[in-house]
């Protein structure tokens, strides 16, 4: 089943979690501007984003992004504290997860918008993850990291597939958009990429990643489509290298 994230759940067999690491989590409760980690930290709301208990499962919740989907949409986003270690990538093993779910336009075509980003600064992200409505794919982008943005073997047989046909893209299936477990980490020396527990990618990665904050549900230019729920930042620990099962099964939005 799926669950909401705590300070040491892994869905990972046999790893755990180690509490201290984790620094921001978020989008749990129906408190838009709440930390469960141990820095406990006040987020701040912008443009208005609220908590909603559309989420992954009935007893959780999610942050609300935009629901229009015209690119006039303000950016519905909270960011964490700025210039704190808390938040800092650097050249360090993480790992950063989310559920999220993008919201259809009528006819069932979506926008590509931003999920969740490591920022530099109020405007500048260092790394990204994002939908992309060109390719109905899962992409990262950041320092030393582009995957799941361009058509390749890579993104058209295995991101996509996690994508295609959401919400009945392709005029068939379940007319209602899912929701999706995404995760980004990084070991001593590999990034891998993840959708509902599959592996998509992975690659050599050793470059530091400048950031000092993040935003959830934006990227400084544009905001989420849909919602977000669960937002982890594991600092100093890789909890996924390799295939894990999140869900016995795929689940619509409640």
Known sequence: KRETLTTTTSFQQGITCTASNVKLLAATTNDPTHDASSVGATL?????????????????????GNENRASSDSQKTVDTPSSTSNYQIGTGQFTLECWALIVLQSGYTAISC??????????????QLKFNATHYSFEVTGSGVSTGGSSNAETNNRFKSHWDNYGGLTGGGDQRPHWRHLAVSRDASNVYVFVDGNCVHSAAHS????????????????????YISNVRFVKGQCLYKKDFAVATSLMPGI
């Open 114 to 127: 931003p999920i969740l980003s490591a920022m530099e600064s109020s405007s500048s992200s260092n790394l």
């Open 44 to 64: 701040t709301v912008n443009n208005s984003m609220t908590a909603s208990s559309y989420a992954p499962r009935g007893d959780m919740f999610s942050l609300q």
């Open 207 to 226: 470059t530091s990643i400048n950031n000092d904050r993040f935003r959830i549900g934006g990227n400084g230019s544009a905001g989420i489509y849909g």
